[in-house]
């Protein structure tokens, strides 16, 4: 409200200002065309026509004042009165300031009897011969003078425009303030309505129900895209809730079966410890202590890349994947095979296959395919590295049943077993495939299975010099 109130004080005297400036303007206009037709009458001897506007007209000498307007008649002691209004008139070598074509006009401004200063336009005529003057005064004269012709600026219509104005807003711009404050203040409670009910749903959901959504108003403004932006990110975080959830429920339950088979490895034998192979309980709990730290192993890797910066240099695809094969090749073993006798592994490899990582991170990629390759594999595995349209191309094949159609997509989530029947103890944690998704979409790649047995991971090159 107050600041519709100085928008409208400085509006109105910005308007008051121009309005007198227009009107004082125009007087100041006529007045000059009055000055200017009655200078020339005077020198060309003809009569002014149509007007009927106050002037004043004097001789150089003073001998002479004529009023036209006017009901007081002039004085003889050089000087003019016109009403209460002081005309002084002009030297023999006066030059005016202003000039209008050859007619030499000007403004200038004095005291009348009430002390308010009054414009008149000055207005001088050319040095007229004594005839021209004779006929012009009724004086005689023996060397030209010049007559000078005073014209009032009339300020009354300036005065009475401004005044109109004032008593227009006097009683006007308190009731537009309080008009233009209320309608804004409505106007901006409507417009807010909206906001303020997506601040009071969003105040009321908490982790407990974050299915709810804010209302979306059927409008195509702002507010109803905060509103559908809103609901994305809610959808967003129920969905990263729902999958911490099942990740944690997972893990637990993943956890409880070792650690379940690790104390009963242990409490048998402590209940009847003559009787125990105590070599052979060792050896069982060292197992069941490498899976849990596999599987924590595996977690922890899920859980940090969901919030590690992505970054890494250059590194070759094919020396990580030949210095895998190498590796399995001279062990000569593999762990968790389908037929219980390791693999043999063969690679095919183009150089060179660079790829933007971290060598860890793509490793761990290799290594986690070819183990579930070997895991799955009845003789063979291989691997290949080849170079396609600006991506590196991996590729990892076994001669195992491969994976239904179905399950294809599936396999990449967290947990995940096809063999359910499978002991748990001599498989995997159900982690590795979904470590490879992760590592590889964060390298800005992905993975599919193809053909049944064959996983294809697609990364991009390096193209950098």
Same mark, same amino acid.
């Given at each position: 409200m107050v600041a519709t109130a100085f928008v409208c004080a400085l509006g109105t005297i910005v308007a008051r200002t121009v309005?007198?400036?227009? @009107?004082?303007?125009?007087?100041?206009?006529?007045?000059?065309?009055?000055?200017?037709?009655?200078?020339?009458?005077?020198?060309?001897?003809?009569?002014p026509v149509g007007l009927h506007d106050h002037y004043v007209v004097v001789s150089a000498d003073g001998r002479y004042a004529r009023t036209v307007g006017?009901?007081?008649?002039?004085?003889?002691?050089?000087?003019?009165?016109?009403?209460?209004?002081?005309?002084?008139?002009?030297?023999?070598?006066?030059?005016?300031?202003?000039g209008w074509g050859l007619r030499k006009i000007r403004t200038r401004s004095a005291v009348d009897g009430e002390g308010t200063v009054q414009t008149y336009v000055v207005g001088t005529t050319d040095p007229l011969p004594p005839a021209r003057f004779r006929e012009a005064t009724g004086?005689?004269?023996?060397?030209?003078?010049?007559?000078?012709?005073?014209?009032?600026?009339?300020?009354?219509?300036?005065?009475?425009?401004?005044?109109?104005?004032?008593?227009?807003?006097?009683?006007?711009?308190?009731?537009?303030?309080?008009?233009? &404050?209320?309608?804004? @203040?409505?106007?901006?409670? @409507?417009?807010?309505?909206?906001?303020?009910?997506i601040r009071a749903k969003m105040a009321g959901i908490t982790a407990g129900d974050l299915d709810q959504r804010v209302p979306v108003p059927p409008t195509a403004d702002v507010v109803a895209g905060l509103a559908r932006t809103t609901n994305e990110t809610l959808d967003r975080l129920e969905q990263a809730h729902l999958r911490q959830r099942s990740f944690v429920a997972d893990a637990s339950h993943e956890l409880r079966s070792p650690l379940a088979a690790l104390r009963g490895t242990l409490e048998i034998p402590l209940a009847r410890p003559q009787r125990a192979d105590w070599p052979a309980v060792v050896a069982a709990a060292l197992a069941d202590t490498v899976r849990l730290q596999r599987l924590t192993d595996d977690l922890l890797l899920l859980s940090a890349e969901e919030h590690r910066p992505r970054e890494g240099a250059a590194v070759d695809l094919a020396d990580l994947v030949e210095e895998q094969i190498a590796e399995r090749a001279y062990s000569g073993t593999a762990s968790d095979t389908a037929s219980g006798a390791a693999p043999a592994f063969g690679c095919d490899v183009e150089r060179p296959a660079l790829v933007l990582g971290e060598e860890a991170r793509l490793a761990r990629v290799v290594r986690n395919l070819l183990d579930n390759a070997a895991r799955h594999a009845r003789s063979t595995v291989h691997a290949s590295v080849r170079?396609?349209?600006?991506?590196?191309?991996?590729?990892?094949?076994?001669?195992?049943?491969?994976?239904?159609?179905?399950d294809r997509e599936r396999i990449?989530?967290?947990?995940?077993?096809?063999?359910?029947?499978?002991?748990?103890?001599? &498989?995997?944690?159900?982690? &590795?495939?979904?470590?490879?998704?992760?590592?590889?979409?964060?390298? &800005?790649?992905?993975?599919?299975?193809?053909?049944?047995?064959?996983?294809?991971?697609?990364?991009?090159?390096?193209?950098?010099?």
């Open positions: 309005v007198e400036d227009q @009107w004082s303007e125009d007087a100041r206009d006529h007045a000059t065309d009055v000055a200017f037709q009655v200078t020339f009458a005077l020198e060309t001897g003809r009569s006017f009901p007081t008649p002039p004085r003889g002691d050089g000087r003019s009165r016109t009403g209460d209004l002081e005309l002084e008139r002009p030297g023999p070598g006066f030059v005016p300031a202003v004086l005689d004269t023996r060397s030209a003078q010049r007559l000078t012709v005073y014209t009032l600026v009339a300020s009354e219509r300036a005065r009475t425009a401004v005044t109109t104005l004032d008593r227009l807003v006097r009683w006007g711009m308190p009731g537009a303030a309080v008009f233009v &404050g209320l309608t804004a @203040w409505l106007v901006t409670g @409507w417009a807010l309505r909206p906001v303020e009910a170079l396609d349209a600006g991506t590196v191309v991996l590729t990892v094949t076994d001669d195992g049943a491969g994976v239904p159609p179905a990449f989530d967290r947990f995940v077993r096809l063999d359910d029947a499978r002991d748990r103890a001599d &498989g995997g944690t159900g982690l &590795g495939l979904a470590i490879v998704r992760e590592l590889v979409t964060a390298l &800005g790649g992905s993975v599919r299975v193809t053909g049944g047995s064959t996983f294809t991971v697609r990364l991009p090159a390096d193209q950098s010099p």
